[in-house]
C-alpha cells in the first residue's frame, strides 16, 4: 500500500471531529486570554496610596534603615507615619507623629537573620487636626497567596499563562489525544477489519507508524494553532510587550514531548488489549495519574521530588514563558521515552495474531 494512505485513511474518517475540538481549544484559550485583564485586577492587591509613597531599604550590621519619602500634601501642617506588621493599623506597633518634612528615616532592629517585614502608613495632620492617609508602603515584597503556594505570580501574563499551561491544558489535550490514539487502533479490531487491512500490500509496520504519525501530526498542527492563537490573543490586550512572540509560541510546542509519550503509551494499550474500552481506561489512568502526581508535588513542598517521575515536569513552559534557556535533555529525554513506547508496540503488533 501506499505510504501515507492510512494516514489520509484516518484524517478522511475524523476530520469533522479533529476540527470541532480545535475550535473547542481555540474558544477556550482564546476566553481565558481575553480574562486577563479583569483577572489581574482582582490580583491587584497594591496597598492604598502605594504611589504617593517610596521606600528605600539600608541594610546594616545591627539594623535596618527604612527611608521613607512621600508626597506633599497640601495644608499639612506635619505628618504622622504609624508602624505596623499588616495592612490593618487599628493597632500599630510605633507610632511616629511632628514630622515636618515629607521623608523620614525609620530604624528597625537587625539580628543579621530575617529582616523584619513592617507596613507603613503616612498620615497627614492638618492644622485643623484634621488627618488624611498621604499613603501606604512596606520595606517587602509583598506576595499573593497563589504566589506563596506555586511560587508564580499570576497578576502578569507570564504567570497567567503558567496557570493556563498547569493546570486542564493537560488533561483537555492529553485526555482527547488519549482517547483517538487508542481508538485508531481498536476499532479495526471490534470491527473486525484488521486481517482484511493488513491483507493487503502494507506492512505492520508501515500500519502502526502511520497511525501514530497522523495523531501526532494531528497534535502538533493543534499546538501550531494554539501558539498563534495566543500571540494573537496577547497583543489584543497590550501584553505582548512583556512576553516574546517565541516564548508564547515555543511553551506551546514544548507540550508536544508529553503529548507524544501519551499518545505512545496509548496505542501500546490498544495494540496489546484490543478492547477499546480496557485500553482508554489505561490511557486515561496513565495521564490522570502523572497529571494528579504533579499536581501534588507543586502544593507539597515535602513531596516535590515526585514530579521527576512525571513527564509533565520535563515540559518547561516556565522558561520559554520568562525568556530563559529550556533544557535540551529534558525535551530528548521525551523523544526518547515515546520511541521507545512506541518500539515496543511494534514488536507486540508483530507478535500478534490477527483474528480472522
Not at 510605633?94 to 517585614?117: A, K, Q, R, S
Amino acid at each position: 500500500m501506499k505510504i501515507g494512505k492510512t494516514m489520509l485513511m484516518e484524517l478522511k474518517d475524523r476530520w469533522k471531529g479533529f476540527v470541532l475540538f480545535i475550535l473547542v481549544v481555540v474558544l477556550l484559550v482564546g476566553g481565558f486570554v481575553q480574562a486577563y485583564p479583569s483577572f489581574r485586577e482582582a490580583f491587584d492587591e497594591g496597598l492604598e496610596g502605594s504611589e504617593n509613597v517610596e521606600v528605600e531599604v539600608l541594610k546594616g550590621e545591627e539594623n535596618i534603615s527604612v527611608m521613607l519619602s512621600w508626597k506633599e500634601f497640601e495644608d499639612a501642617e506635619n505628618y504622622s507615619i504609624l508602624v505596623g506588621e499588616s495592612p490593618n493599623m487599628m493597632v500599630p506597633l510605633d507610632i511616629v507623629e511632628g514630622v515636618e518634612n515629607t521623608y523620614h528615616e525609620y530604624v528597625l532592629g537587625f539580628d543579621g537573620d530575617d529582616i523584619p517585614e513592617r507596613y507603613f502608613a503616612v498620615v497627614a495632620v492638618r492644622s485643623d487636626g484634621e488627618r488624611e492617609l498621604v499613603g501606604m508602603e512596606t520595606n517587602f515584597e509583598r506576595r499573593t497567596a497563589f504566589q506563596e503556594i506555586w511560587g508564580i505570580d499570576y497578576g502578569d501574563i507570564q504567570g497567567f499563562l503558567s496557570l493556563l499551561w498547569s493546570t486542564w491544558w493537560v488533561l483537555l489535550i492529553g485526555l482527547y489525544i488519549g482517547y483517538i490514539s487508542v481508538n485508531v487502533i481498536t476499532k479495526d479490531y471490534e470491527e473486525d477489519r484488521m486481517d482484511l487491512i493488513l491483507s493487503k500490500p502494507i506492512s505492520r509496520k508501515q500500519y502502526l507508524l502511520e497511525k501514530f504519525m497522523v495523531v501526532s501530526l494531528y497534535t502538533l498542527s493543534v499546538l501550531v494553532i494554539i501558539g498563534l492563537l495566543l500571540i494573537v490573543s496577547v497583543a489584543s490586550v497590550g501584553e505582548l510587550d512583556s512576553v516574546s512572540s517565541y516564548g508564547l509560541m515555543s511553551s506551546s510546542l514544548l507540550s508536544w514531548p508529553v503529548f507524544l509519550v501519551m499518545i505512545s503509551v496509548s496505542m501500546l494499550a490498544g495494540v496489546y488489549l484490543e478492547s477499546s474500552r480496557k485500553a482508554v481506561g489505561v490511557s486515561f489512568i496513565f495521564i490522570l495519574t502523572q497529571y494528579g502526581i504533579n499536581m501534588v508535588g507543586d502544593l507539597t513542598e515535602g513531596l516535590e521530588y515526585l514530579k521527576t517521575y512525571t513527564i509533565i515536569n520535563y515540559w518547561d513552559y516556565e522558561s520559554a514563558l520568562f525568556g530563559e534557556a529550556v533544557s535540551a535533555f529534558d525535551v530528548v529525554f521525551l523523544f526518547v521515552i515515546s520511541a521507545l513506547l512506541v518500539g515496543s508496540a511494534l514488536m507486540i503488533f508483530e507478535r500478534k495474531d490477527i483474528p480472522v
